[in-house]
Structures are given as C-alpha cells and as structure tokens.
C-alpha cells in the first residue's frame, strides 16, 4: 500500500525556518517524481516545488523561490521542504504528493499524504 | 503564467443528478489538465488526468473531456459520497502547475 506521511509542522514566528519531511512507503520512491502542494485555511490548493526522481529537476512556485529548498533521499524514502524566512502568508497545510508521470511528462498527482499544518504567527 | 478559472464555483444538486464543472485555461495547455477532489479535512484525490483518463479506481460515473483552453468534468449520476469540492490543475510544460480555484458541489 502507497503510504506518505508528513512530519515537521507547528507553530512558527515569522522569519523564522521550519523542514518537513515526507517518509513514504509501499513503492520504488525513487523512481517517482514528487511534489509539495500547500493549502492555506479555508483556501484553495497552491502547488509549491517539484523535484524529480533523481533530483535533478527542481522547481519552485514564484511565491516561495529562493526562501524554500526542495530535496530528497532515496536511500531513506523522504522527501523533504526546508522553509526560511518564513512569512505568515505561507500558513497552510502542506501535503506532499507523488507525480503521475509517462511519457516523461507529469500529468498530477495520485497519491497525497495527510498534510502537515504550518502556522507562521507571532 | 497560465491562469485557470472554473464555473460555477458553487452547485447545488440532488442524488441522482448529472452534474458539470467546467474549466477554463488562460492560453492552450493541450490535454494537460487533471481534476481531484477534496472532502474537508482530507487530501485531494486524484479523479482524471491527462484531461480524460479516468484515474485506477475511480468510479465510471465520473469523466472528463476537453483540450486546448476548455475542459470538463462530468458526474453522471451523483452520488452522496460526490459531495465535495472539485479542483482542476494544470500541467503544462512549465510550472507553475496552478490549480483552478474549486467548485464546491453541495446538497440541494
């Protein structure tokens, strides 16, 4: 069973960091193409960064270019999104999520963790 | 960067009903749209990708057709489970991969 679970929300001040991880399980992690995907209280969906499998394709929404970092390990099956400078516009459920891919192109994502709320407030 | 927009944002319908949402891309994006569907508290679930193939899973009753700049998802007999918020999302070339900004299908 395809399983990705979020770590790494709370509380934050603003400018302040935060890493979330994403520990998946249940397929080949590194052959996949993953996402971060934001949802902001009451809000609609904001995809966020991609990387892919080998990491060696990264992109990054506008809003967060230059202050998130996207990375992961596919020896340890994570995924992970390092925050700075955090602002409190970036309050949101971050759900991380795997790519649908063929062909060479991404077509969305099929699988979704539970999300990890982030709270950037003082 | 490419801009969607869906319609309505909001439907009222009843069991059994056909139901249709329909989303709109600021310039062509060929078949690259998918559609998900998000129940509150819960993560979005994948429903159609590649404008029109039916994701593993999914019920028949829900399809999806378009190209280019118009696209939509059809619910051909609506269900109690349907009731949700539905999502479009383009994946076109380059990122940004937007998301359209929902319609929220609730009981009459």
């Known amino acids: 069973e395809v399983q990705l679970v979020e770590s790494g929300g709370g509380l934050v001040q603003p400018g302040g960091s935060l890493r979330l991880s994403c520990a998946a399980s249940g397929f080949t992690f590194s052959s996949y193409s993953m996402n971060w995907v934001r949802q902001a209280p009451g809000k609609g969906l904001e995809w966020v960064s991609y990387?892919?499998?080998?990491?060696?394709?990264?992109y990054y929404a506008d809003s967060v270019k230059g202050r998130f970092t996207i990375s992961r390990d596919n020896a340890k099956n994570s995924l992970y999104l390092q925050m700075n400078s955090l602002r409190a516009e970036d309050t949101a459920v971050y759900y991380c999520?795997?790519?649908?891919?063929?062909?060479?192109?991404?077509?969305?994502?099929?699988?979704w963790g539970q999300g990890t709320l982030v709270t950037v407030s003082s | 960067d490419i801009q969607l927009t869906q319609s309505p944002s909001f439907l009222s319908a009843s069991v059994g009903d056909r139901v249709t949402i329909t989303c709109r891309a600021s310039q062509g994006i060929s078949s690259y749209l998918a559609w998900y569907q998000q129940k509150p508290g819960k993560a979005p679930k994948l429903l159609i990708y590649?404008?029109?193939t039916l994701q593993s899973g999914v019920p028949s009753r829900f399809s999806g057709s378009g190209s280019g700049t118009e696209f939509t998802l059809t619910i051909s007999s609506l269900q109690p489970e349907d009731f949700a918020t539905y999502y479009c999302?383009?994946?076109?070339?380059?990122?940004?991969?937007?998301f359209g900004p929902g319609t929220k299908v609730d009981i009459k």
């Open positions: 990387i892919s499998s080998s990491s060696s394709t990264i």
């Open positions: 999302q383009q994946l076109n070339s380059y990122p940004p991969w937007t």
């Open positions: 590649a404008a029109s």
């Open positions: 999520a795997r790519a649908v891919t063929e062909d060479r192109h991404d077509y969305g994502a099929d699988y």
